[in-house]
């Protein structure tokens, strides 16, 4: 996937204020319209300038789009970072998912999820409750485990009065459930845009996501460890010691165990009325040959056993 630099479409500044790219805009969308433009890319153009024009134009996918830097350059190999998005709080207004679908992948990976509509407050007359607000934060799986309190800092994108987009730190505490799961949202009640009139305030949700865990890996509520064996463990058999997120267990390797190898563990996964399980997946370690005496016993292994890795494939040793 290529990287898009929105701006170079738009033949803008990185710092351009929000009217120079309105009026960028117009000069160029009145250049390529299909209708009337005699330019042989022209409907080509006119669609990623409206693809750019949809981020730029918006100061909340801008600054979002800010946040990868000024260093990718277009037609660059780009993946979007993980979590890109994580403590940027953004509006449940924006596009809805078939907006986005008409725009490139790279768009749709940055966008395409985080702003499709959320379902914002409703506005009738004067007294309007407040729009709803959204965010991505990232906790660690513990909190899950435990429960926790925890300062949260959010990036809210604001626009000067001069023209020119930024973004405002806003820190709040939030109490981390124990049992949530990544995907669930916590409700702040009126934490989003205030009212109209005497209306109540907007909500701001907030999106969980698990940061890295050197361990465990989170899918809905299991959890998955991948636990390293030695070959005589797996071959023959062992009772081993495995960590799990409140404490040590042992678990049997039942004899002639193969790499990959799944074991359950019911219930050790994230708390809840019916907690998840831990899934175990054997890895075979294998010793280093670092020492003459261990290489004599690999050797010897190669002499006494008549084993092919390859015989399946159908390949001679």
Partial sequence: ?????????????????????????????????PDVSKESDAEARFKELGEAYEVLKDPEKRAAYDQLGANWKSGQDFNAPPDWDAGFEFSGGGFTGGDASDYSDFFESLFGQAYAAQGGGRRTGFHARGQDRHAKILVDLDDSFKGATRAISLQVPELTPDGHVTTRLRTLNVKIPRGIREGQKIRLTGQGDPGQ???PAGDLYLEIDFRPHPLYRAEAHDLYLDLPVAPWEAVLGATVKVPTPVGVVELKVPPGSAQGRKMRLKGRGIPAKQPGDLYVVLQIALPEANTEQAKRLYRQMQEEMDFNPRRRMGVEA
């Fill in 1 to 33: 996937m290529e990287f898009k630099d929105y701006y170079k479409v738009m033949g803008v500044a990185r710092d351009a204020t929000q009217d120079e790219i309105k009026r960028a805009y117009r000069k160029l969308a009145r250049k390529y319209h």
């Fill in 197 to 199: 009139g005497n209306a």
